[in-house]
């Protein structure tokens, strides 16, 4: 009886550089189970529970209603303040509650990754993701807003989907700076909060960008949160105006942020598992 051939195992190098892309469809259940288990635990054990995605944002409306429109009396168009403001918050919320979830991400799945072999990048990403929850609770706000001041929205609302995939790809990009940033400097998760609390009142949130002078425009549209929040206003407020070249401005930002982040991410997320 002839014997069997040994089996042979072949290590390739370089295979997992080539598989990478694909390997990240082949752990999309690993994806889809850090998505679900992020949005069980955030609100395990709270009193009001995933009510706070709304009251987080309504009370933040409030305030900048009161400082922006009441006392500093700055303009909002033919559209009632608050909705003004909410336009601009449901954006922000979502920025700021995915660049802080993906600060923590890699450090809070240390023991996951240090283990077991799958693209790093399902973690930041499955925190931006995770963020979407959030932002879809916050949207039906906006649609009771809508209804209480009897306000129609434009109808380049149909464009939303467009300023959402840009709001996507900002936090993404800027989300894997930072995820791989903490790994290597634990300090990160100490600027990050500080930086996302100055954030908000750089960006036209409680304000509309028409109040920055013309000359400073553009080099305010460096900021990415700029483009994304005027697109939403543009979309939705019937009267907003949309300033074009500060869009572009935006939309490449993001685009070089998104890229990098993707290329520092892949440079040094070989050494995760020894640095976490």
Known sequence: MAMAAPLEIIIEPGRAEREYWNDLWRYRELFYFLAWRDILVRYKQTVVGVAWTVIRPLLTMAVLTVVFGTIARMPSGNAPYPIMVFCGMLPWQFLSTALSECGNSLIVNASLISKVYFPRMTVPASSVVTSLVD?????????????????????????????MLLMFATALGAGLWIAALTV??????????????????????????????????????????????????????????????????????MCLMTWSGMRYFRRTERTFADVI
Do not use: E, H, M
Request: glycine share 8%; proline share 7%; net charge positive.
């Open 135 to 163: 932002f879809a609770c916050a949207s039906l706000v906006l649609l009771l807003l809508l209804f209480w001041y009897g306000y129609v929205p434009s109808g380049r609302i149909v464009l939303l989907p467009l300023f």
């Open 184 to 253: 290597k400097y634990r300090d990160v998760r100490v600027v990050v909060p500080f930086v996302v609390q100055f954030g908000l009142y750089i960006s036209p949130v409680g304000f509309t960008s028409a109040v920055v002078p013309d000359r400073w425009r553009l080099l305010y549209s460096l900021n990415p949160a700029v483009g994304v929040i005027d697109g939403f206003r543009w979309a939705v407020l019937r009267d907003a105006t949309l300033y074009w070249p500060g869009l572009v401005v935006s939309t490449v930002v």
